[in-house]
C-alpha cells in the first residue's frame, strides 16, 4: 500500500532581477549545511538554466556541500509569477516528486525567476516566502511598496556597500522597511561578503524549521 | 447552459492551473532554428502537430481512456497510460505530461465531491504508488469523464488547449501579435471538427505518431542552455 510522503517546508524566495537571489541561496546553504540542514533547490528561471547551473558548479561539484540532483531548474514560459503564484503546477509536481524521493530532507528551497515588485508565492507552494530587493535603485524602495515587499514574511535589502556610490540613505529604507511592513521583520544584507547572512539563516530555522534538529545529520559530505 | 458544458469551459481556459503556460510545444526550438518565421508558419505548425502527433495518438488515448473510465476500469487506464507514456521518445515531453496531468487531475478532485470523484481518486492511488504513470491526456480523460464532459467535447478541449498554449508561446517569442493568434486558432476550427469525428472508431491499436523533425529539434532543446520553455 502506497503512503503519501512527508511535507517538507517550504521557502520560496522571489525578488527583481539581478536582486541577489541566487546569491542569497549560495550563502545560505552552506549556513545551514553546517548546522546540518539538507536542502534541495527548485530555481525558476525566466530564459536561461543559468542560475541552476551556477548552483550546481559552487554549491555541488565545488563544494560538495549538496548533490547535484537535488538543484532542479524549472524553465517558465516566460511567466515567472505565473509559475509560482497563479498556476503552481509544475513547482508542485517538482516538489512532489523530491518528497517522495528524500523525505528525509529539512527544507526545499523555491527561487523563483526574477520578477516585479508584486511577486508572491501560492501559500500553496511556499510556506515561507522571502522577498528581496537591492540598494542600486536607490532608497525609494522599500517605500514604494508592492506586494512582494509588503506581503512576504521577511524583506531582504541586499548590496548595501554599493548605498554609497548610487546615493541610497540605508537609514531612509530602515525608516520606511518599518512603515510599510508594520514592524514584520526585514534585514540588510550584502550577499557578496556574507555580511547579515547567518540572521537570514536564523530566521528560516526559527520561524519555518521552528528551531527543529535536522533530520539527519549530512550524509553526501 | 448547463453543467457539463461550464465545466468544459473550465478546463478549456488558459487560467485553469495544468501548467501549459509553461510550454510551448517544440515551436520555441523551431523558432530559435529560423524555421518557423510567421503566423502563416504557426499555423502549419500546429496543424502538422494535430494530424501527425494529437489526433493520431493523444486523442485516441484520451478516447479509449474515457471508456475505460466510463466502464470503471482501472486496470485497462494502468495500461492506457503505461503504453502512452512509453511513446513519448522525448524526455522533456514525458516529464511535462505526467507533472501537469496529475496536478490538473488534484484540482478536478479538489471542485468535486468524494462521491463524484470516486474513480479519480483511484487512478490517482496508482500513480501515487507509481503503478501508472500519469500522463496528461489519461488524467484529462479521467478528469472530464468526472466532470461528465463528453467524449467529443473532451477531445476538442485538448487540441484547443494545445493550439492556445502554441499560440501562446508565439506571442511570448514575439513572433506573432494578440490579433495573429485569434486569426490562427479561427482557421483551425474546420480541422479539428473533422479530424475529432475519427476518433470514436480507433483503438489502440490505431495509435501512430510521425513527427521526427519536431522530436529532433525538441531534443535539441532540452539541451539548450537559453529557453524560456519547458518543452
Known amino acids: ?69 537535488m538543484i532542479i531548474g524549472i524553465a517558465t514560459g516566460g511567466c515567472p509569477h505565473t509559475a509560482i503564484r497563479e498556476d503552481p503546477s509544475i513547482n508542485l509536481a517538482v516538489v512532489n516528486e523530491i518528497e517522495q524521493k528524500d523525505p528525509t530532507l529539512d527544507l526545499i528551497i523555491i527561487e523563483s525567476g526574477g520578477d516585479n515588485i508584486m511577486t508572491t508565492f501560492s501559500p500553496a507552494l511556499a510556506d515561507y516566502f522571502i522577498y528581496i530587493v537591492d540598494v542600486s535603485g536607490g532608497d525609494k524602495y522599500p517605500r514604494k511598496g508592492g506586494l512582494g515587499i509588503e506581503s512576504c514574511d521577511l524583506l531582504v535589502i541586499n548590496k548595501i556597500d554599493l548605498a554609497l556610490y548610487v546615493g541610497a540613505d540605508l537609514s531612509i529604507m530602515e525608516h520606511d522597511a518599518k512603515l510599510i511592513r508594520s514592524n514584520k521583520p526585514f534585514e540588510f544584507v550584502n550577499c557578496k561578503t556574507g555580511l547579515g547572512v547567518n540572521r537570514i539563516a536564523e530566521h528560516i530555522i526559527n520561524d519555518l524549521l521552528f528551531n527543529k534538529k535536522p533530520l539527519q545529520k549530512m550524509s553526501h559530505k | 447552459m ?153 477531445v476538442r478541449m485538448m487540441l484547443y488547449s494545445y493550439s492556445v498554449s502554441v499560440i501562446g508561446a508565439a506571442l511570448r517569442l514575439g513572433i506573432i501579435q494578440h490579433l495573429n493568434g485569434q486569426w ?16 470514436p472508431r480507433k483503438s489502440l491499436n490505431d495509435m501512430w505518431q510521425l513527427t521526427p523533425f519536431t522530436d529532433i529539434l525538441q531534443m535539441d532543446h532540452e539541451h539548450d542552455d537559453s529557453r524560456m520553455f519547458i518543452t
Do not use: W
Request: charged share 25%; aromatic share 6%.
Open chain 2, 2 to 154: 448547463n453543467t457539463n458544458e461550464f465545466h468544459l469551459m473550465q478546463l478549456a481556459d488558459s487560467f485553469f492551473p495544468s501548467g501549459m503556460f509553461g510550454m510551448s510545444g517544440g515551436l520555441e526550438s523551431f523558432v530559435k532554428h529560423g524555421k518557423i518565421k510567421t503566423e502563416r508558419d504557426i499555423l502549419q505548425f500546429i496543424q502538422q502537430q494535430i494530424r501527425f502527433q494529437l489526433a493520431p495518438c493523444d486523442c485516441i488515448v484520451l478516447n479509449e481512456a474515457m471508456n475505460a473510465a466510463q466502464d470503471d476500469d482501472i486496470a485497462r487506464i494502468v495500461d492506457i497510460d503505461n503504453r502512452f507514456f512509453s511513446m513519448k521518445l522525448i524526455k522533456e515531453i514525458r516529464n511535462a505530461s505526467i507533472r501537469s496531468g496529475p496536478q490538473m487531475m488534484n484540482c478536478v478532485i479538489y471542485m468535486t465531491s468524494n462521491k463524484e470523484n470516486k474513480f479519480t481518486r483511484k487512478y490517482q492511488g496508482k500513480i501515487e504508488s507509481k503503478q501508472s504513470a500519469g500522463t496528461y491526456p489519461v488524467c484529462l480523460g479521467v478528469s472530464a469523464n468526472c466532470l461528465h464532459i463528453s467524449k467529443q467535447s473532451a
Open chain 2, 184 to 199: 490562427i486558432l479561427t482557421q483551425l476550427e474546420d480541422d479539428i471538427s473533422t479530424l475529432i469525428k475519427d476518433i
Open chain 1, 1 to 69: 500500500m502506497h503512503t503519501r510522503s512527508r511535507s517538507i517546508p517550504k521557502l520560496g524566495i522571489g525578488g527583481p532581477v539581478g536582486s541577489g537571489k541566487t546569491r542569497l541561496i549560495e550563502m545560505l546553504v552552506p549556513i545551514l549545511s553546517k548546522k546540518g540542514y539538507r536542502c534541495c533547490i527548485i530555481s525558476n528561471d525566466v530564459i536561461s538554466k543559468e542560475d541552476a547551473e551556477r548552483m550546481k558548479r559552487i554549491l555541488a561539484t565545488e563544494s560538495k556541500i549538496m548533490p547535484e540532483d
